[in-house]
T-cell receptor
Framework: EAGVTQFPSHSVIEKGQTVTLRCDPI?????LYWYRRVMGKEIKFLLH????????ESGMPNNRFLAERTGGTYSTLKVQPAELEDSGVYFC???????????????????FGQGTRLTVV | ELKVEQNPLFLSMQEGKNYTIYCNYS?????LYWYRQDPGKSLESLFV?????AVKQEGRLMASLDTKARLSTLHITAAVHDLSATYFC????????????FGEGTQLTVNP
């Protein structure tokens, strides 16, 4: 079974450019989350989709960030225009119901992708 | 605002030694998670701790939770090189929906 996959694995762009990150959740997972880790700090929540709807986008840092999940399948996170402080690792996770259950239980656990390392120069 | 603090942030240890990583959090929590990340890989769920006094063990790792002290520990017994990775604790509270609040991570290096 395919896990959560993210593209690209690494992106280097210049300040002011646009970058789009993609996340393909596990098939059938209605819940999709974006997180990011900046400068080796803690991993911070960005937003949560339930199917194609934004359930919680309170972690989005500013309006330069736009997340979409058309059709409730894959999701994209666009940064436009990118700034230096946007550099970091962007993680995506997916789960069946919202994860509040027990690890190792595939019915409730959230599964993370490998992350996209974004470098803005 | 919920805050989660881990220490140490960097840990270098020799094979065969024991050590403990600490995770403190600032608000009453429903669940505490421990994750492992290898470089360039996804976060792998290690443990979910659901109640005060919960203790879980898997191989050389043992996690415990004290909800009164708002503290979780991840104890490493007789470390081996394969345990080298970054370990994160994360907390969720019901009022935050499904959002996890993570600590900064502990980068563990086990030297031969």
């Amino acid at each position: 079974e395919a896990g959560v996959t993210q593209f690209p694995s690494h992106s280097v762009i210049e300040k002011g450019q646009t970058v789009t990150l993609r996340c393909d959740p596990i098939s059938g997972h209605d819940n999709l989350y974006w997180y990011r880790r900046v400068m080796g700090k803690e991993i911070k929540f960005l937003l949560h989709f339930v199917k194609e709807s934004k359930q919680d986008e309170s972690g989005m840092p500013n309006n330069r960030f736009l997340a979409e999940r058309t059709g409730g399948t894959y999701s994209t996170l666009k940064v436009q225009p990118a700034e230096l402080e946007d550099s970091g690792v962007y993680f995506c996770a997916s789960s069946l119901p919202p994860w509040r259950g027990v690890a190792q239980d595939p019915n409730t656990e959230a599964f993370f992708g490998q992350g996209t390392r974004l470098t803005v120069v | 605002e919920l805050k989660v603090e881990q220490n140490p942030l960097f840990l270098s240890m020799q094979e065969g030694k024991n050590y403990t990583i600490y995770c403190n959090y600032s608000t009453t929590s429903d669940r505490l998670y421990w994750y492992r990340q290898d470089p360039g890989k996804s976060l792998e769920s290690l443990f979910v701790l659901l109640s005060n006094g919960a203790v879980k063990q898997e191989g050389r790792l043992m996690a415990s939770l004290d909800t009164k002290a708002r503290l979780s520990t991840l104890h490493i017994t007789a470390a081996v090189h394969d345990l080298s990775a970054t370990y994160f604790c994360a907390v969720d509270i019901e009022t935050s929906g499904s959002r996890l609040t993570f600590g900064e991570g502990t980068q563990l290096t086990v030297n031969p």
